[in-house]
């Protein structure tokens, strides 16, 4: 008899799996990601709203013969229904777990991550999502994953970006998201892209700014824009594989954002917010992390 662990969890992805069982695929708390078959869940109330996208509860399980695990029981903790009551907050919370199920991998603890989305699936329930709450979300979620980009200093001849008076080309950098962070206008390479040093600055506070009060950031669009379309450039960068895949619900979820804020008005109305916000469509030629190159193999992870 398989021995049952047991884990706190939350759902990222649930699909009927044959015709009475279904699916799912839950983040948990000391195990990294997991997959499931719940058995006669679909015409049961045997696991009653345990597997419902976002649910948290505790679980019980056994290791099946592969990579898939069998469901025991589920323990709802709490439901986050509340964020179901906002279109914006439902697509937020789609996007946040669309990305822990795509940047994270399999029986792979990554306790911080976890702690990570809980806390921010309690945010959507008390708070309207916005710009800045996302951009928290990504680039709090780069570092947790130890991918956080370097934004204080240049990547190659490390000279600081800040603190000094700056000439006006002194204030861009460019992308290296191979190198992991950004290039200052000395080491720039050609035709990479140009990052106005106020989005560096912006995601920074993000970075620093405590889960609990990302709702009261409000940082001016153009720079944050910037950010958006640079954040998807790095959170692509290690989830090899996509493609030209967009993250669930994330387009969807922009425009809602911009639509909510009075400064995006004319933004909107030129209906050029693809590119600005990293739509894959507009990447064009995006560099390939190599399948598991020395750097950036699960090894190379920061010690949770
Ligand atoms: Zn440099």
């Not at 290039?183 to 892209?193: E, G, K, Q, S, V």
């Not at 619900?249 to 995006?264: K, P, T």
């Amino acid at each position: 008899m398989a021995q049952l662990t047991e884990d706190m969890a939350i759902v990222l992805r649930a699909s009927p799996f044959k015709e009475r069982d279904k699916l799912v695929t839950f983040l948990t708390e000391n195990h990294g990601r997991i997959t499931g078959v719940a058995r006669n869940s679909i015409h049961s109330k045997r696991f009653g709203g345990t597997l419902d996208l976002f649910a948290c509860s505790k679980i019980s399980y056994k290791e099946g013969s592969g990579e898939l695990v069998w469901l025991d029981e589920a323990n709802l903790r709490r439901d986050f229904l509340k964020i179901r009551e906002k279109l914006e907050n439902i697509s937020a919370a789609g996007y946040f777990v669309d990305l822990c199920l795509r940047l994270t991998e399999e029986n792979h603890p990554v306790r911080e991550v976890f702690m990570l989305l809980a806390h921010y699936l309690y945010l959507l329930e008390e708070h309207t999502a916005t710009f800045e709450i996302v951009r928290s979300f990504e680039i709090k979620l780069l570092e947790r994953l130890g991918w956080a980009p370097v934004l204080d200093e240049c990547v190659s001849c490390t000279a600081p970006f800040f603190g000094e008076e700056l000439s006006p080309e002194e204030s861009f950098v460019t992308l290296a998201t191979e190198q992991g962070g950004f290039l200052c206008h000395n080491c720039a390479t050609p035709n990479a892209r140009h990052i106005p040093l106020a989005s560096l600055l912006w995601m920074i506070q993000a970075r620093e700014t405590m889960i609990q009060h990302t709702h009261t950031l409000h940082f001016p669009l153009d720079p944050m824009m910037e950010a958006a379309g640079t954040l998807q450039y790095f959170l692509r960068w290690h989830a090899p594989g996509l493609g030209k895949y967009r993250f669930r619900s994330h387009g969807m979820l922009e425009q809602f954002l911009l639509e909510a804020r009075e400064d995006a008005r004319e933004l909107l109305a030129s209906g050029a917010i693809g590119s600005m916000l990293g739509d894959p469509e507009s990447f064009g030629e995006m560099p390939e992390m190599p399948p598991s190159g020395p750097d950036h193999g699960p090894d190379m992870r920061a010690p949770f």
